[in-house]
């Protein structure tokens, strides 16, 4: 008899049938249903229906249940798992499912892996978690939870290498320091936590703590704790005081979102030691003095956005060398000087560029025009003269008349495929649903190398 299904990708519809149960022998059931991986599920893998029926629990040898990103729906109860004693892996995310257990319900089972994101678990923290002393990955994200973490819980994170608990309704302040086991992944944003930003216990490799109630400065020690990181985002808070120098300390870092907040004083210009830095969000904040030409040096930067902030001065010269930018967005600041005309020739792959409501002048260079992947191009409320060059064909087209400007530029945005709003949320929208599933896919890859043991 069957041992392992394994029915991922394969366009599957319809229900699960009861008579799954009478596979007895079963050790291995996937059918999960996204059909590409590193980014959302989309339409082209499995799209099951139905209800996961009471016979599962007669699988009493099964080790893995996967059976996510499907369109299944139904109260999941104690007595789906009741003979499920040597589960390894739950995994029922991206579906539909209720879960209604006892108060006192202590599973039958001890597993590593544990994904049950989108499934109504509150309101209430899972007490029937703190059992579950063997759990490595652990993702709890849009899962209708109010209210306070348990104390109980800090006794377990020690020990995972992941916990997602974002988009909840989570509250309170966080220990600290926090306790994590080295180089761990931790979601933790979008809830209502308040209080300072806790420090952890060991170095992380991500830390995302966003939209939530944290207040005071952000650790002056901070950049020590995530020398190894590749992920930072305490943006949407209400922290204050300046951007510790700590954070030249992120040798590995890859994206640094520190935007709406309430952050005073000037970029640190040690943010130029993370070489490997390519998202840096500062906007909306209070934010002054000048751009520190060493963010030159941050070759592999993608993505700079310093709007809403008080920053002065112009633009450096070393943005020569950030070849691989595809957004830049200085707008709402209190930049000066003409634009560079070097701009043209140095952002072959840039799609966004605002420089709107600063303090620029001087005739635009006509070098805007070999801006080849340009999608949008904000130069709205400045003291530009002079007339749209030539050489920038279509966009001539689309130029109304601005009346700080002395010159023929769009009043809100010269737009080349479409408009700033749409391109620009189309881009933020896209980055945030990769970032949020990237942890779901890193465990799924260790779920696979286990599944070989």
Known sequence: MAEYINLEFVRLHGELP????????LRFLHLF?????????????NRLNGSLPDSLRQLSELSHIDVSSNNLTGIITEVHFSKLS????????????ILNVSSDWVPP??????????????????????????????????????GPIPNWFW????????????????????????????????????????????????PLYQLALSNNEFSGPIPETIGEYLSYSSFLSLSGNQLSG????????????????????????????SIANSSTLQVLDLQNNNLSEEIPSSLGDLY????????????????????????SLETLDLGNNSLTGKIPPWFGDRFPYLRILSLRSNRFSGELPSSLS????????????????????????????????????????????????????????????KTAERLSYLGHIVARRCRNNLKHN
């Open 155 to 202: 006794d377990l994170s020690g020990s995972m290498y992941h916990f997602n608990l974002s988009f909840n309704q989570l509250q309170g302040q966080l220990p600290n320091p926090l306790n994590v086991r080295a180089y761990a992944w931790i979601d933790l944003s979008s809830n209502i936590f308040e209080g300072s930003i806790p420090l952890p216990s060991f």
């Open 18 to 25: 009861a008579t799954i149960g009478n596979m007895t022998s």
């Open 300 to 323: 592999n930067l993608r993505s700079l956005h310093l709007s809403n902030n008080k920053i002065s001065g112009e633009i450096p010269l070393s943005f020569m060398s950030l070849l």
């Open 242 to 269: 300046s951007i510790p120098e700590s954070v030249g300390l992120m040798f590995s870092i890859g994206v640094i979102d520190l935007s709406r907040n309430y952050l005073t004083g000037r970029i640190p210009s």
């Open 370 to 429: 070999k801006l080849s992947s340009l999608q949008v191009l904000d130069l709205a409320e400045n003291d530009f003269n002079g007339s749209v060059p030539p050489t920038f064909g279509e966009l001539q087209s689309m130029t109304q008349v601005q009346k700080r400007n002395r010159i023929s530029v769009p009043y809100t945005v010269i737009a080349i495929r479409r408009s700033w709003w749409d391109a620009y949320m189309g881009y933020v929208d």
């Open 109 to 146: 089972f001890q597993v590593e892996f544990l994904f049950l994101r989108s499934c109504r678990l509150g309101p209430s923290f899972p007490y029937w978690l703190k059992s579950q002393r063997a759990v490595e990955y652990l993702d709890f994200s849009n899962a209708s939870i109010l």
């Open 33 to 45: 249903g996204s059909g590409v991986e590193g980014g959302l599920p989309s339409s082209t893998g």
């Open 86 to 97: 040597k589960l390894r892996l739950l995994d029922l995310s991206f579906n539909s499912f």
